[in-house]
């Protein structure tokens, strides 16, 4: 099924985002651009019929709860670390990058309010500022710094939250139009 981009922001504009189911075509649209189709497919399609923007406070839902859970595990793991500070100093490091105030769960937030104010490039902004918090506390800050080779959870709680993310990127640019 193939839907072109034009005739899609039509059909947008005359029937409204809050009436809009988002058609098979556009989650494959959305899908194809990310590092991990067959997470993003199933993500989109947990409820095929909702509309673009019902589907994006879903996936914004689910932003929160993955970076929460991820805060959470990054505690346990700093009480763990005690006797080893290159392990607390990274996962410090990963508290702030994920924490309210400079990092992915203030930005969950940010996302949430742009969406309602539909200011959808405002929320694609945010979204990305998840990723990039998400590429630095795995990374490390430093290019020139090897990254913590990290065997807990946190790489696969962190691929989570950088893919649903990214999810709400790549719908932003479709609202945006
Ligand atoms: C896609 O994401 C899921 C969930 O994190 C993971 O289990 C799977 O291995 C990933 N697939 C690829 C191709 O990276
Ligand atoms: C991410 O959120 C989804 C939906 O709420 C949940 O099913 C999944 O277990 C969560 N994964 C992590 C790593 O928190």
């Not at 989109?44 to 709860?65: D, E, F, G, W």
């Not at 691929?159 to 993310?165: I, P, Q, R």
């Amino acid at each position: 099924m193939v839907y072109n981009f034009s005739s899609f922001v039509l059909v947008f504009l005359l029937f409204g985002a809050s009436s809009y189911a988002i058609p098979v075509g556009e989650v494959n649209d959305i899908c194809r651009q990310s590092k991990n189709f067959s997470f993003c497919f199933t993500l989109l399609n947990s409820n095929p019929s909702t509309n673009l923007v019902t589907l994006t406070q879903r996936t914004i839902n689910v932003a929160r709860v993955n970076v929460t859970n991820t805060i959470k595990l990054i505690k346990l793991l700093i009480s763990q670390s005690a006797g080893d500070p290159n392990a607390k100093n990274h996962y410090t490091s990963c508290l702030v990058h994920f924490n309210y105030n400079e990092g992915a769960l203030g930005k969950v937030d940010y996302a949430q309010e742009m969406l309602k104010n539909k200011d959808y490039q405002g929320m694609g902004v945010a979204a990305t500022a998840i990723v990039t918090y998400v590429e630095d506390c795995i990374s490390g800050e430093s290019p020139s710094d090897p990254p913590y080779p990290d065997h807990s959870m946190l790489p696969k709680y962190a691929y989570v939250v950088e893919l649903v993310a990214e999810i709400i990127v790549f719908i932003s640019k479709y609202l945006g139009h």
